[in-house]
């Protein structure tokens, strides 16, 4: 028990460290993002919560997809823009989600002895399409977060996994925070985007 402990511990803090930077837009994040969701997918099998752990694995190759993204715009000299998407795009985006749930969530009712099949479904494709979101700096994954968030603190408790449903209940506060400060920085980058343009036009106009 006092090994689960420290390893749970462990990932927690790394999974602090994450989302921590990922508010901040900090490219480091995903070193974090790595290192906790590698122990989490062995610690979430263990526990036979069996999406959660695959889910992880996905995490550990989206740590580099979300790293080579965002190094990759860094180094043509401009950050990956936050971006923010129409309604009619995310009701298609849960749509899928929901779709992807109910599939999932029938086959491993039928063919394994996961708790919660359906609910550990729904968290795990939405956080797969989130995660997503946040590698291309979609303004709304935040707002994604703390739902799936919510979920997932309800799943971990059950388990008896507290330190990791604790963690998840800060994530819920520090995804509201997230989605605030990326508006912030949105609004001012579309900001400053619209006067280059109209900048850009009245020289033109000017010739």
Known sequence: MLAWLSLETLAVLSAIAYLFLAIRENIYCWYFAFFSTALYAWIFRDVNLYMESALNVYYVLMAF??????????????????KSWKLNLHLKVIGLICLLTAVSGVLLSLNTNAHFPYLDSLTTW??????????RKVLENWLYWVVINSFSVFL?????????????AIYIAMSVKGYFQWRTIYQRESEQHSSADAKSMAELESH
């Open 156 to 168: 971990y408790v059950d388990r008896d996994l507290y330190q990791t449903a604790i963690l998840f």
């Open 65 to 82: 997809y979300g790293w080579f993204c965002w190094r990759t715009s860094k180094a043509k000299g401009e950050g990956l823009k936050i």
């Open 126 to 135: 939405g956080s797969v399409i989130t995660t997503f979101m946040v590698a």
